[in-house]
């Protein structure tokens, strides 16, 4: 079945409008700056355009993290290895839109746990944001980062107990974190 | 569920949970808290993350993409043009490489793509669907799972047969040429990508994630449980273990750990303190010559990252490096070698290198060689089974018709893959190597207990009877529990088999227990990530790998009061004994290999510097006063070293002893190998940030390195130099 121009150019529409940031959020923590997280976002999107659009039907977001991976990990190749998030680079590259970041200067607590994500290993950092802010199952991560959905799990369990363990007390009377034994 | 430690539980609380694991929390209301917990966590991060700004595509770049709408549906440019039957025909025989050119400029991001076209069939649509869990759910039929461990590349035929046809003999030499050269650039990126596997996770496919593509995406919580069953579960006896404890002298032993453990991968030691000499006069430890460490050390920073603390095993790393002992006096089964100077990171504290060494063999005995290989589905990616592959054959070229090897595979189940044969029918053994292929889960007893009979079988008495088992320790059924497998290596090392454990490619859980493995087998423990790393233990250090000259050795040093106010060991933190240990021969420790060194390092405070030894306290004895100095005490010695060793095939241990002085060498006057050892110390304090590390500095530590660095015939140090180097690029960046 041929997709009309119409159909297709509605359909890219609505992934850009739906996945745009999410793709750039995943890139950006992968490859550490904005500039290259575009140029591999930009990357997903037009093999999307030149994909067939069956296979992808019903698993856009899973087809349009694991692109986004692979072309991150192109680049990585490619620039010999993986650049730790650098903090300066970030400040330079602000974001187009209001920050809500600004607006939550004063949720201590939020800034803090992001903080402590962004000590844990890389592995386990890209996991917790695939399944707690972009809402992938475990099923869909293990297909986007080639883990095995056990290994999946381990990473995210790990993650969490990390963050339990280091935000233990941060927010009196909302959460009550135990440290970990 | 086995506690409250399992990623099961996490999974629960994250909406993933299986109905064993329900079943589970309804019934206990420990586990319910917990789930509480962990969803709190899970709302916090994800609240956090919610806020987290999106960042958006620059105007020109979305407009690129809405525009290619159009531009793709409308014509495929091709980049490459020709004519459909010259490109089909090139095809048949070579593979066409095509490189995709983007509408838009982005950076020249060019990927060679192999595509097979047959004679007469249009090329494929220049569809790019990557592996996704579609199959089942799929609407076309044509997807289906990639098994294909190379990252689906984007895929553009360049093939509209609008082309002009300007192929001739010579554009198809280049092309071929052009080919070529592509190959070997996957083979050179995936050679990178390998070394950089377990830190950023790459689209390789283990056997268990391609099955998990398989599975519809669609799957019902029974399949989900199932799924999960079937691959192992989760490996909660490793990640909620004590990892590291069992079976293990107490690390706090002398002192209890200042911190509790704040990471999961790696077994929490603390870095021994100064302990006054007055109350503690004995230090006692089991050698180690395990090299580990290091490589995963090397892996994290050619990987940028600083590794964690605990991965960081300074008595490991000081061990990987080759020393220029002076090999033992004739039938002296070890020579030590002691130097005294300052310490580089604190002038006022003594530093003493103790070296010890075994001579090197002029004829390596008659070896019976068990191979147990790990042929579970997650040895599949190349820096796993294809390297022990690699390995193995290297080892089994200096092999000669005196020898024997055997090889015994697991996976679900164990078996016999090589009966014994000689070490110069080399055919048949590369062949059974060749054979190996991954897939199944870990059954590691099952394999273990074959291989130790087959070895048992063909024991060859003075010879080297030895076990060697590759694998990336991810055992996951049958015998799972560290401790009774740990407890089924020790009883088989009592039949005079030895156990080498090399670790292939291994993400962080397993380490601990492959170290303990290897500690209870009598046996060796290392890590390897390269060839280059199978060349150095499996070649150019087969002996001290495969012939073990000494089992059980014990150092105690014991510290003259009188020179010296307190001491610290440096790494062996799990190492330590009892002082009582060191004569019972019932008490198991490290084994030393043919031409094999040992290098420890003491920080001594002389007396009357800082850090009085705090008192202990204690009212004083009613009937008994405190013992003087012996006469020994003031002829001036700082410490004498005693050694204790059995025989390979022996149960009584024999003692050695060396009584050292200090003649204050200056710290440049001292040989290379003791500036090298004492930066490669500092190195490692750095990096496990140790409270100790005084004024060491990572440019402190490479003007050492650099001073001590001597011949390095292998580039080991140079190697080095090179991390510290990556170790300084990283930490300014924190």
């Known amino acids: ?96 839109e209001p920050t809500p970041a600004r607006r939550l200067e004063g949720e201590d607590a939020l800034r803090e746990v992001l903080d402590v994500l962004g000590t844990l290993p890389p592995s386990q950092q890209e996991v917790l944001r695939l399944k707690l802010q972009e809402h992938l199952s475990y099923q869909q991560i293990s297909a986007v980062t080639g883990l095995s959905v056990s290994h999946v799990g381990v990473l995210i369990h790990n993650g969490l107990k990390s963050v339990r363990a280091r935000c233990a007390g941060t927010r009196p009377g909302v959460v009550s974190l135990r440290r970990v034994r | 569920m086995t506690g409250i430690d399992d990623p099961r539980l996490t999974a629960y609380a994250v909406d993933e949970g299986d109905a064993e694991t329900k079943a589970a929390v309804a019934a206990s209301e420990e586990l319910q808290d917990e789930v509480e917990e962990i969803r709190d966590a899970a709302r916090l991060l994800a609240e956090a993350l919610a806020a987290e700004p999106a960042p958006a595509l620059l105007t020109e770049e979305r407009d690129a993409i809405v525009t290619a709408v159009g531009a793709t549906r409308r014509r495929r440019r091709p980049f490459v043009r020709w004519s459909a039957g010259l490109a089909a025909a090139a095809a048949v025989v070579i593979g066409v490489v095509v490189y995709r050119k983007t509408p838009v400029e982005t950076p020249p991001v060019q990927q060679p793509v192999a595509l097979n076209v047959s004679p007469g069939v249009e090329a494929p649509a220049p569809s790019a669907a990557p592996p996704i869990p579609a199959v089942g759910a799929s609407t076309t039929g044509k997807s289906r799972p990639v098994r294909d461990p190379k990252p689906a590349g984007p895929v553009v035929v360049a093939n509209e047969g609008q082309g002009t046809l300007n192929g001739n003999a010579a554009d198809l030499k280049t092309r071929v040429e052009a080919e070529r050269r592509a190959r070997e650039e996957i083979v050179r990126l995936e050679q990178a990508m390998k070394q950089s596997e377990p830190r950023v996770p790459v689209p390789v496919l283990s056997p268990r994630g391609a099955e998990a593509r398989e599975i519809n995406i669609q799957a019902t919580p029974d399949q989900y449980a199932a799924h999960y069953a079937a691959n192992g579960g989760v490996p909660g006896g490793v990640v909620g273990g004590c990892l590291g404890c069992f079976g293990r002298v107490p690390v706090d032993a002398y002192r209890q750990p200042s911190a509790p453990p704040n990471r999961e991968a790696y077994a929490y030691r603390a870095d021994s303190d100064f302990l006054g000499v007055t109350q503690n006069p004995l230090s006692t430890f089991s050698i180690d010559v395990d090299t580990a460490s290091y490589a995963n050390v090397r892996r994290f920073l050619n990987d940028g990252q600083l590794p964690p603390p605990d991965a960081v095993r300074i008595e490991e790393m000081l061990n990987y490096f080759p020393y220029d002992y002076a090999p033992p006096a004739k039938d002296e089964p070890f020579a030590a070698h002691i130097e005294v100077a300052p310490a580089p990171w604190n002038t006022a504290h003594r530093l003493v290198r103790i070296g010890l060494n075994t001579r090197e063999l002029d004829k390596r005995p008659d070896s019976n060689l068990v191979f147990l290989v790990d042929v579970s589905g997650s040895m599949k990616p190349a820096n796993k089974l294809p390297l022990v592959k690699q390995a193995l054959r290297l080892l089994v070229d200096q092999l000669t018709k005196r020898d024997r090897v055997a090889m015994v595979v697991y996976a679900g189940s164990a078996g016999e893959v090589l009966p014994p044969t000689r070490g110069d029918e080399r055919a048949t053994i590369f062949e059974a190597i060749d054979r190996l292929e991954s897939g199944g889960s870990t059954n590691g007893g099952e394999g273990i207990e074959l291989a130790y009979d087959l070895a048992a079988r063909n024991f060859i008495r003075g010879g080297a009877n030895r076990v060697i088992l590759a694998t990336d320790g991810d055992f996951n059924v049958g015998t799972t529990d560290e401790g009774s497998l740990v407890r089924l290596v020790e009883e088989k090392a009592k039949t005079g088999v030895f156990l080498s454990v090399f670790g292939f490619g291994m993400g962080n859980y397993q380490d601990s227990r492959l170290e303990a493995l290897a500690d209870k087998g009598n046996g060796n423990y290392g890590y390897i990530d390269t060839v280059h790393e199978a060349r150095k233990a499996l070649v150019e250090q087969m002996n001290a790998t495969l012939v073990t000259v000494a089992k059980d050795v014990k150092i105690q040093v014991e510290f003259n009061p009188a020179k010296v106010q307190s001491y610290r060991l440096i790494g062996y933190e799990n190492r330590l004994l009892r002082a009582e240990d060191f004569k019972d021969d019932t008490k198991d420790a490290g084994e030393v290999g043919a031409g094999h060194s040992v290098t420890v390092l003491y920080e001594l405070i002389p007396p009357g510097r800082e850090k009085p030894e705090p008192e202990r306290d204690v009212d004083p004895l009613a009937y008994q006063k405190q013992g003087g100095l012996t006469e020994a005490a003031k002829g001036g010695e700082l410490l004498r070293l005693k050694v204790r060793y059995k025989d390979p095939e022996g149960q009584v241990s024999r003692p050695k002893e060396w009584p050292v002085g200090d003649r204050e060498t200056k710290l440049d006057a001292t040989s290379p190998d003791f500036r090298f050892a004492a930066a490669v110390a500092a190195f490692g304090m750095i990096l496990r940030d140790s409270p100790h590390k005084g004024d060491a500095t990572l440019d402190e530590v490479l003007k050492l390195a650099e001073a001590g660095r001597g011949p390095d015939r292998h580039g080991y140090r140079a190697e080095l130099l090179t991390l510290v180097h990556k170790a300084k690029g990283l930490s300014r960046r924190d």
């Open chain 1, 1 to 96: 079945m041929i997709e009309s121009q119409e159909t297709a150019a509605q359909r890219i529409a609505d992934a850009l409008a739906r996945y745009e940031g999410p793709l750039l959020r995943y890139a950006r923590g992968l490859l550490g700056d904005l500039e290259r997280a575009r140029d591999v976002v930009q990357e997903t999107f037009l093999q999307l355009c030149r994909a067939d659009p069956a296979p992808v039907d019903g698993h856009l977001a899973p087809w349009l993290f694991t692109v986004c991976r692979h072309r991150a990990v192109d680049v990585q190749r490619k620039e010999g290895r993986l650049q730790p998030l650098d903090p300066s680079a970030l400040d330079e590259q602000p974001s187009p």
